[in-house]
């Protein structure tokens, strides 16, 4: 079921870590460092990705290097959304990955790549095919994001939501599906390369579109899931009932769960980008999760790639 587990998501992006509060990283280092432990000291097994980094930047690996960060875990992350969000070509793909490899030894994935249909589907179609030329044989894992569509009564995780423009609004188009379901045209080319390429779906607490995703995701023949486990859900009235539903309807999948977002209550501010103000309780949330979901089996092997 888990075979490997994400530490945040997007720590050098300001709408999922703020740097105000901890402008060089360190409370973050510490926290990771602390949470990569506790993993593997309860399931040596599991591969330990550092959050996907969004912008791609050497230097903040770099950082994290010299911080001992690297130390903790087994590979790092990029994610990357060139017609939509990055200032740089879709073309640029190889060297993107090129300048994380150069700067460490670690294997490094790309944990969320994708294009929106803002504009057209005709051109989430083509950035998928092109894309995974580029990308094909260069990293073990590549997830696309995402399955469905953001469903426009929610909101995007993004420090300043309308104020971005279009922006913005890109995050509710990135779907191979509509929010009814309905696949676009890109499903169809995205089929014609699964198994080797996975999938990246947030799942909402107590999302109704769970069960309909696991369908979508077996007939797609989908193998590999990056999906989440909230540590600000956890404290929901409820929560183990929908983290157990959900990783339930997950057990056919080989998943990366990537656990972050702080509670509000617990955070130095109450904001979920908030460094915690005790990092040993994101230790503990990791070690938990891991505990009930993807205990040590005896004589277990290491999942790294």
């Given at each position: 079921m888990i075979d490997s587990v994400m530490l945040w998501n997007e720590p050098n992006n300001k709408s999922h870590w703020d740097p105000?509060?901890?402008p060089d990283w360190l409370l973050f280092a510490e926290m990771v460092k602390e949470a990569g432990h506790a993993i593997r000291a309860v399931n040596p097994a599991l591969t330990r990705v550092l959050g996907g980094i969004s912008p791609i930047?050497?230097?903040f690996i770099r950082n994290m290097e010299g911080r001992g960060v690297l130390d903790a875990v087994d590979a790092v992350a990029v994610h990357g959304f060139p017609l939509d969000w990055n200032l740089w070509s879709i073309h640029d793909w190889p060297a993107k990955v090129d300048e994380i490899r150069a700067v460490t030894n670690l294997p490094v994935w790309v944990s969320e790549v994708g294009v929106s249909t803002f504009g057209a589907e005709e051109v989430q179609d083509w950035g998928l095919r092109r894309t995974l030329e580029l990308l094909s044989g260069r990293a073990p894992r590549i997830h696309w994001y995402s399955l469905y569509?953001?469903?426009r009564e929610w909101e995007a995780t993004t420090r300043h939501r309308e104020a971005e423009g279009s922006s913005y609004y890109r995050h509710f188009h990135m779907g191979l599906l509509r929010?009814?379901?309905t696949p676009k045209i890109a499903l169809e080319s995205f089929a014609r390369h699964t198994p080797e390429i996975g999938l990246c779906q947030w799942f909402h607490f107590e999302d109704h579109r769970l069960d309909e995703a696991v369908a979508w995701m077996k007939r797609l023949g989908v193998r590999y899931l990056r999906t989440g486990l909230s540590w600000a859900d956890s404290?929901?009235?409820?929560?183990l009932d929908w983290f157990d539903r959900q990783m339930e309807a997950l057990?056919?999948?080989d998943v990366t769960v990537t656990f972050c977002f702080t509670p509000e209550h617990r955070g130095i501010t109450p904001h979920h980008t908030s460094a915690p103000l005790v990092r040993a309780e994101y230790a503990e949330f990791c070690a938990a999760m891991v505990r009930r979901y993807a205990p040590a089996a005896s004589g277990g092997t290491s999942n790294i790639d």
């Open positions: 105000e509060i901890d930047d050497p230097i569509d953001l469903p929010q009814d379901g404290f929901r009235p409820g929560a057990k056919d999948f």
